[in-house]
């Protein structure tokens, strides 16, 4: 497999996940004593390169949003490691971690622009409203909307504050955690060309965490899909759209909306529920829901390896 420190092209990587695990205790009785732990990552390897957005798609529950928030240390890590630009993430204090946040930024809605500016000693003061103003005109916003409340403005309006809020400290790195699950499409499309125009504006890369597919295809160079806290398959999203090779893969595929009341695409339907996280099935997490599972994927943990350049997956069935 490609090194967690390397890009997918083999160029050094901006942000280097390698074996990220988070295991949160299970507590019961009295003294509250660990009887188990919910596995909602379990050992997820990959690398983003510089310029990059890297998608990350699963179902609810998956782990996927869990990453992305152990990547920025807004949840600690079990074990694994996380690098930036070379950097040991996961060994920084408090004070550094803070620092480090400038660079590493993630898309939430309702925070305020001015509090952010002033938290990161960028701007205080009329100095912090202005850079308010400027950035809310970065992202389609009128400068006037820096004095309206948060209930004052629609979804869509919503988002593009929390996109301003990330780029208020100049990251080079964001978090993008279902930017648009709660958007019209419309409005979904017009999120997502922005932030396609940000990225080339300011030279950012995206972690671009959803569960939608259709959404996924049309932000991301490549695509990172995870189920039960493990990657399943990762390639350039090209590849995966025309090619997928896991069987989860092909079956979130099928459930794509073809742009065309002619054609139909075969669905594949998964059966059963997803497995708890507190308790993972043997093997191979998807065997229980996968159609061409046989009784060695209930044995064996599939190796997540490189199928064909650039491609990994897995199935020992691939």
């Known amino acids: 497999m490609t090194s967690a420190s390397q890009s997918g092209n083999g160029s050094p990587a901006l942000v280097a996940v390698r074996d990220l695990k988070k295991h949160f205790p299970i507590r019961r009785g009295f003294w509250s004593r660990t009887v188990g732990s919910v596995k909602a990552v379990d050992g997820v390897t990959f690398s983003i390169e510089p310029g990059e957005v890297l998608g ?25 490691d996380v690098e930036f630009r070379g950097q040991d993430v996961l ?7 803070r620092s480090l946040r400038r660079e590493m930024q993630i898309i939430t809605v309702g925070s305020m622009l001015v509090e952010a500016l002033r938290i990161h000693g960028i701007a205080e ?21 820096a004095n309206r409340y948060p209930h ?18 100049n990251p080079k790195f964001i ?17 997502i060309n922005l932030l396609l125009d940000l990225k080339e504006k300011f030279d950012l890369t995206f972690l671009f965490i959803a569960h939608d597919l259709a959404v996924v295809e049309h932000i991301s160079d ?4 995870m189920y039960l806290g493990k990657l399943m398959e990762l390639t350039e999203a090209d590849e995966l759209y025309r090619k997928p090779l896991h069987p989860y893969t092909k ?22 529920d997803v497995p708890s996280p507190a308790n993972p099935p043997s093997g ?8 061409i599972a046989t009784a060695e994927c209930a044995e064996i943990v599939p190796e997540f390896r490189e199928v064909e350049p650039g491609h990994h997956v897995a199935c020992i069935k691939v």
């Open 91 to 97: 060994s920084l204090d408090r004070r550094d971690i």
């Open 284 to 291: 191979c997490p998807f065997h229980p829901r996968c159609q």
């Open 125 to 145: 003061g009329d100095a912090g409203k202005s850079r308010a103003r400027e950035l809310l005109e970065v992202v389609g916003l009128q400068p006037q909307h």
């Open 175 to 191: 978090v993008c955690d279902e930017p648009v699950s709660a958007l019209d499409v419309s409005v979904q499309a017009q999120v």
């Open 152 to 169: 004052e403005f629609s979804g869509g309006q919503r988002q593009r504050i929390g996109i301003a809020r990330a780029l208020s400290v």
């Open 222 to 225: 490549r695509v990172a899909v």
């Open 251 to 272: 079956a979130l595929m099928s459930a794509i909306p073809i742009p065309d009341p002619r054609a139909k695409r075969e669905r594949i339907m998964l059966e059963g």
């Open 56 to 80: 990350l798609v699963g179902e609810s529950g998956c782990g996927k949003t869990t990453a992305g928030r152990c990547i920025l240390r807004l949840i600690e890590p079990t074990s694994g």
